[in-house]
């Protein structure tokens, strides 16, 4: 869920190919540099020399488009990955690959210009500082964000984080929509195939990365929204031991409410599109061999299937349990306290994990799906817009999580969130939208996985970051939020010229104190990547403690960096301490099996 609200910077830039020899400081390239030989075969990249604000020369070595798996079309379409063969010849990875299938509008929405799409599109970027002969770099490996809809690696372009933070950053595409995460009981097709996408792009880097001076051991996930979703579930993910370090999620966990779904709600939803696409539905096979032929565009206009009330919370093809890459439900296991499975627990035990949370997330939810609800039923009903909040969008978040719909928790969680400020005066009810949104879909989501990794009986750490800066760049929204969902992106990738265009964002508007936090932000993560400790090698100016279930320490993110204890206490209070001990919910080791409640909008 990437809105559009990034921002750019960083100068000129200027592209080096095919150089012999350049002069960056005192770090001479040559010709070696922008060719790799790995074990799929010799791969030809490029130099990129970027000049900061303070006029010094960056350079970042630039490996684009490389196939990570073999096209996923024709008769694999709807299959798991299979590795991509061996190049013949040098692979020349001057340009990025095309994005994956997607739906163009909202793709307009979002990526202006950027419909360069195609179904095979299962490619990576490795981004790489000019480096000497000297220890082998830490790994970042970036998952896109975008619901699981939309999105693609090309405008994450990481030379600014690479050359900064002396890091690999990796960027990869993966199966969207219908193509990632259809679900049948078909053994080829179960689902959760976007999933599959990444954990072989985990394996090939992990394979690969020590051709490009890339230290395989120290390999980090990172990703923002459903890519933030996406590095939790690959740390479920028993087959992953062994193969990254840790994990930063940004604005989105397994558990965030747009991130999942039960597997009868996906079948459902997998037959209702071979209806449209006029397949038959009483046999899986027949039915998958059906929509294997027919064009890949009629797929995207044929998914949209859900229902006003169905698509309220979340898209329809998300992550769902299928048994053997997700086999607990992620509702039940970040919020119970019984111990997570053993299998789950392979690689969730042995990592360091980081999360990101915005005091403006919500605005992901609320300007796409919960104003445009309430401000429908204000003109059909000529209700309030408090009765409606109240009267139906609360108990549908009750019943939605915890499948009760108490009249009196809904008028305790519509006193708790009205805005008693009157921040907009009588369009404040927004502001209450906005951080029921932000709560329920990200925040504490985001908590409650925090505090399950927090518990464990390991050595590895957690850490928490609260953003709560407003950028001279957040776009202005009627209802007034503290910061966008994605607007923490640009920060962290250094504000590269490809976030420019696709996020409709001005150069000059940026201010040298927003250059200068990214560069703190910049210096924690690649810490973090580094040492698992976001205050080594490099000591930055203010620390990041650990977060612990007693303290919850946190990096408050504002005007300033500070470090803070307790972010949003009432409302954490509320969702992790109160709603549980008010509805006595079970302290067993129990599981829904991803059965999710009847949805009871009207």
Not at 566 to 577: D, Q, S
Request: aromatic letters at 12%; glycine letters at 8%; one cysteine or more.
């Amino acid at each position: 869920m990437v809105m559009l609200n990034f921002f750019v910077l960083f100068g000129f830039t200027q592209i080096i190919s095919g150089i012999l020899s350049a002069t960056i400081g005192t770090t001479y390239i040559n010709e070696a540099y922008t060719a790799v030989n790995t074990s799929v075969g010799t791969i030809n990249g490029f130099i990129e020399i970027t000049r900061y604000t303070d006029g010094q020369p960056k350079g970042a070595l630039k490996f684009l488009g490389i196939p990570y798996a073999v096209p996923p079309v024709g008769n694999l379409r709807f299959r798991k990955p299979r590795p991509a063969t061996s190049f013949k010849q040098p692979f020349n990875a001057t340009k990025f690959g095309p994005g994956c299938l997607q739906n163009k509008f909202l793709m307009s929405l979002w990526l202006p210009g950027r419909d360069f799409l195609s179904e095979d599109c299962l490619t990576l970027n490795i981004f790489a500082p000019i480096h000497s002969n000297g220890p082998r770099l830490p790994v970042m490996l970036w998952i896109h964000g975008g619901a699981y809809q939309i999105g693609q690696s090309s405008i994450y372009s990481a030379e600014n984080l690479a050359s900064y933070g002396q890091v690999i950053v990796v960027t990869i595409n993966y199966r969207l929509g219908p193509f990632g995460f259809l679900a049948t009981n078909d053994p080829d097709s179960l689902g959760n195939l976007g999933l599959w996408d990444q954990q072989l792009a985990i394996k090939w880097i992990h394979e690969n990365i020590e051709y490009f001076h890339g230290d395989p051991s120290r390999i980090t996930l990172f990703g923002e929204s459903a890519g933030g979703g996406s590095t939790v579930y690959q740390a479920m993910y028993s087959g992953n031991k062994g193969l990254f370090a840790r994990t930063i999620s940004e604005s989105g966990v397994a558990m965030s409410a747009w991130g999942y779904n039960t597997r009868d709600k996906m079948l459902d939803f997998t037959k209702r599109m071979a209806i449209n696409l006029k397949c038959p539905t009483n046999n899986d096979r027949d039915m998958l061999a059906c929509m294997r032929n027919v064009p890949a565009q009629d797929i995207v206009d044929k998914s949209r299937v859900g229902t006003e009330s169905e698509n309220l919370f979340r898209p329809e093809f998300v992550p769902a349990p299928d048994g053997e890459f997700i086999i607990q439900y992620a509702p039940d296991i970040f919020t119970k306290s019984c111990m997570i499975s053993n299998q789950t627990g392979r690689v969730f035990d042995n990592i360091d994990m980081a999360f990101v949370a915005l005091t403006g997330d919500g605005t992901a939810v609320t300007g796409s799906t919960m104003l445009p609800y309430v401000k429908k039923r204000m003109s059909k009903t000529m209700s309030t817009p408090d009765d409606i909040i109240e009267k139906s969008v609360i108990p549908n978040i009750l019943s939605d999580r915890f499948n009760i719909t108490s009249p009196e928790l809904a008028n305790i969680m519509n006193f708790l969130y009205s805005d008693w400020n009157k921040t907009l005066g009588n369009n404040s009810y927004q502001t209450k939208l906005l951080n029921l949104d932000t709560d329920y879909s990200f925040y504490i989501p985001i908590i409650n996985t925090a505090i399950a990794h927090a518990q464990r009986e390991n050595k590895k750490k957690t850490y928490l970051l609260g953003f709560e800066k407003h950028s001279s760049f957040t776009l202005p929204l009627e209802y007034k939020p503290p910061n966008l969902h994605a607007d923490e992106i640009p920060y962290f990738f250094g504000f590269p010229d490809s976030m420019m265009k696709p996020f409709a964002m001005s150069r000059t508007n940026i201010t040298a104190e927003e250059i200068q936090l990214s560069e703190k932000l910049m210096l924690y993560i690649s810490n973090f990547a580094y040492s698992g400790d976001p205050n080594l090698p490099k000591s930055p100016d203010v620390k990041w403690l650990p977060y612990n279930v007693e303290d919850e320490h946190y990096l408050r993110v504002g005007e300033t960096i500070e470090t803070d204890s307790h972010m949003l206490p009432t409302r954490t209070a509320f969702w992790t301490k109160y709603i549980p001990d008010y509805l006595k919910m079970t302290k067993t080791c129990t599981f829904s099996q991803g059965v999710l409640p009847s949805n009871v909008f009207g």
